[in-house]
Structures are given as C-alpha cells and as structure tokens.
C-alpha cells in the first residue's frame, strides 16, 4: 500500500512488448535472389532484341518509304512556287549523289515607270534604288501596265547606278515589256563590261533587240559574263514586232542560260557542265535603254516597262537516305508559269524513282530477252509475292524499270510481266548480265498538267 491508502501504480497501465518472432528460413531487407535477377535480366534481353529488330524494321521501312516521299514534296513546292511567281520553276536531280535541288527566284530590284520628278530628272524605283533618267520621259503612249517609259534612240537612257543588289553571282533572270519602233541594235538592259582584248573574260549581263530591216521585225539577244566564258543566247527564227508590246527575259543559275519570248523559251545554253558564277561588272552603272558592247553604244528608240532585276538560285540540296538508288530519265524537271509539266523539256510525264536497298538481290540467271518471262535472282531479300514494280541494272550502264507479277519468295524467281511495262526510261534492254542488281521500286510521276503522284504500276 501506498502512503494515503492508495495502491501502487493504481491508474498507470503498465507497458506492453510485443514479441513476435521473426520468420526462420531467410532474413532480407526487400532484396531479390540472384534467381530472380536472372530471371529479370532475361527477360529485359528479350525486350530489348525484339524492340531494336522492330526499330531497325520500322528505321529501314520509313527510309525507303520516306525517300519516295521527300522527292515528291520538293516536286510540289516546285510545282507551287512555278504558280505563285508565274515565272515557272526548275527541280535538278542528281542521282549518282542523291539529292534534289529547286531553283528559286525573287525579284530585288524593279521599275514602274509611272512618273519622273521634274526636278531631280529621279523616276522611282524599289527599295529606293531610283532609276536616273537622261532625256527619256513618261511615254504620252499607254504601257503594257500602265504608264512607260519613252526613249528617243539617241542619248536617252536610264541610269540604275551601281547599287550591290545588282551584282548577282550565283544567278539572275532580267525581264522587260518592250515596244520597238527603231533600227539596228536597241539596248534594253544592261551592266556589261566588254573586254574587247579577250570576248571570253567579259563582265556582267545584256539584253537587246536586233532589227530584221528584211521581215521588219526584232530577234532577242542576251550575254552573260561568268568565271568560264562569255555565255551568248538568241531567239533565232522567233521574232517580235515593232509597234507591239512583248516581254523578254533571259536568265542563268548558275548552270544553264535561257532566254524566253512572251512567256516561251526560245534559247538555252547548258554549258558549263559545271556550276560556274557571274562576273558582277561591279564598277559598272546598270543601265535600261542602253547597251554598250564594247565598241559602240546601242539605245533603245521605243518604250520600255516594268523592267525587273530578279535573284536566281538554287535552294538546299535535299538528301535521300545513304544506299537508296534515285533513278530519272530527266535529271532537271520543268514547270511552267502556270504549274504545267513544260513540254518545251518535256516530251512525256517524267519519272524518279528510288530504289529500295532493303529489298534487293542479284540476277542470277537472265533469258528473257525484252519479253517476258521468269528471271531467278541470289537470294538476298524477298520480293511482295503480288508483284510490284523492281529497277533492274547497275551504275554503269543504267537501270530499267519492270513490272514484276509474281514472286516466289522460295526460290526468289520474279515473273516479268509483258514488255509494255518494260523499259520506263527508255527502250527495254536485250539482257541484263549475272551480278546485276534489282531493287523493288517506288515511283513518282509528274503528269503533263504538272500533278506530282505515285506510280503503283
């Protein structure tokens, strides 16, 4: 008893232990057994073989599929870009490096001859680069839109100054609407530096008229200096009357020169075969009315509007995958300014087509000749069963497109079909030797009306 009557500890419960035992066998802090591991990393291995095997399928799927696709894209913005400009436009294909260039153009310096300040003798131009004008005036006469620009054929021109715009290397196109009423040599535009020494090294770039006093009537004329030679284009038998308003135009990309009448080329100079730059005649006034060759000074005795200075270059080369093959029978594709295949290039729909390296083997046995028939390849990846399209060929001599029916995926034996859907890029080759490759093949044709699509037969 306590001291009070009370008893001890009365009121305080007293503390309770739990004892429970532990499990007997093993003793672990949330660990795995190196059973368990193994079993764990098998099972990652698995995963990891079956997911790799179906990214290669899908990486090599989407590379050949793709490369179908990339081509057709830059077609299409080609094709739009030929719309929107109304200037037409150009796809070059380099198939032994696999790549698409489109060459693009933007005008950078123009005239509208609407009027002249009294004053200053200024006619405005764009982007403040104001034209100078010597005796040649607003024309009492209407413009091909608007008002013009009249010059007397002696001592009347325009002077553009030596602005930097003007010194295009990579490439240029200048156009005008012209009225001709003289005789003789009518200098439209130009910024030339003849060197009367060597025709080869001049600078610069010209277009002008020539009067044909026999049908009465004007052939076109256009010179490009560049780092090779002195590049030369004339429209020949197309002419242009006097009295009459036309548009002339001639431009080089660096590849190839052209000249072009009302819309229609009537001169191309492919040479050089490789890209070659402008001589820019920087020290040189560009000049409308005018043109100096060297020894004697041409004007213009007419009128003149809507002269244009436009850039021309090629855009970003765009890549296929590595090993795809890009065959073409036209290595640069046409759209005129309205979005058509141009059928001044163009004698039929043009055809690329890539090559799957997936999906290829070797001839092994060719009997055939330009019929058709069963052609057995080496085994190396089969072909659809249900047929499709295949290039057959080498780098050397070339490839054909063919039409395959069947496959046996046993035995790798294509059945060619009739030699209608034979030799695509040309005439159908006799045989083609053991070794030769074929690729299944996907196709994109640009039609006639310049629309872009897959070929599946």
Known sequence: MAPGGGRIGAGVRPERRSHRRRPEGRC???????????VVMSIFAIMAAVTAASYVSMSRRSSREGARETVMNVLRRARASAIDSGRGSIVRINCPERYLTGVASEVVAGWHFEEVDSG????P???????????????????????????GGLDQYVKCHKYPIYD???????????????TGTLGVMAKYDADTADPNDDEGYAVWLVYDAGDDDYSTHARFGTDDDTINLDSGDVTIPGYSWSHVAAEYDGL????????????????PPSASRIDPARGVDLLIGRYDD???DHYFEGQIDEPLILSV??????????????????????????????????TGPVYVTVGDPYQSAEVAEWTIGTGAGDVTL????????????????????????????????????????????????????????????????????????????????
């Open 294 to 296: 060297g020894t004697t």
């Open 378 to 457: 080496r085994p190396r990846n089969p072909f659809p069963p249900g047929g499709g399209l295949v290039l057959v060929g080498n780098e050397t001599s070339g490839y054909e497109l063919i039409r395959f029916e069947s496959a046996d995926t046993v035995g790798l034996t294509l059945t060619i079909a009739d030699v209608a859907h034979r030799g695509l890029y040309g005439t159908p080759a006799d045989t083609h030797d053991e070794g030769d490759m074929v690729y299944f093949a996907r196709v994109a044709s640009v039609g006639h009306t310049g629309i872009v699509s897959r070929v599946t037969e």
């Open 28 to 38: 672990r802090a949330g660990g795995f057994t190196l059973v368990e591991l193994l």
């Open 256 to 271: 190839q020169a052209r000249l072009y009448v009302n819309g229609v080329q009537v001169d191309y100079d492919p040479d």
């Open 168 to 182: 295009q290397v990579d490439g240029i196109r200048l156009e005008a609407y012209v009225r001709p009423e003289g």
């Open 125 to 151: 131009g764009a982007r403040n680069m104001h034209g100078t004008c010597y005796d040649a005036d607003i024309s009492d006469e209407p413009g091909a839109l608007g008002l013009c620009m009249e010059f």
């Open 313 to 346: 270059a090629g855009g970003q080369r765009i890549y296929l995958p590595d090993r795809v093959v890009l065959v073409t029978g036209d290595d640069v594709v046409y759209f005129d300014p309205q979005g058509y295949l141009d059928l001044s290039h163009h």
């Open 120 to 123: 200053s003798g200024l006619t």
